[in-house]
Nanobody, 116 residues
């Protein structure tokens, strides 16, 4: 069964940093995209950042210049380095993995809380 597992969330003060990790395994097809989304209470889920199979990076406007997405050489793990965190970054962060043949998989989410 497909597994997408996030780790690294927690509580941090405004201006601090956190690093999220996501491990994908038992995928039935080749990965085409790995990314991070977030959902704050009462808001829609939004793209934070993603990285394509070819290495193309894409960031949401709210995090440009502060967050960095990266993956390992095996392309089964993806990371999100979050710097200069703000209270409005508080949300549940979800890892998303897309594969050939329209595969679309989500992790269970990890809570990030930024205190002011």
């Amino acid at each position: 069964q497909v597994q997408v597992v996030e780790s690294g969330g927690g509580l941090v003060q405004s201006g601090g940093s956190l690093r999220l990790s996501c491990a994908a395994s038992r995928l039935p097809a080749r990965i085409t995209m790995m990314g991070w989304y977030r959902q704050a209470p009462g808001k829609q889920r939004e793209l934070v950042a993603d990285i394509s199979e070819s290495g193309l990076l894409n960031y949401g406007d709210a995090v440009k210049g502060r967050f960095t997405i990266a993956r390992d050489n095996d392309q089964t793990m993806v990371y999100l380095q979050m710097n200069s965190l703000k209270p409005e970054d508080t949300a549940v962060y979800y890892c998303n993995v897309k594969t050939w043949w329209n595969g679309n998989y989500w992790g269970q989410g990890t809570q990030v809380t930024v205190s002011s």
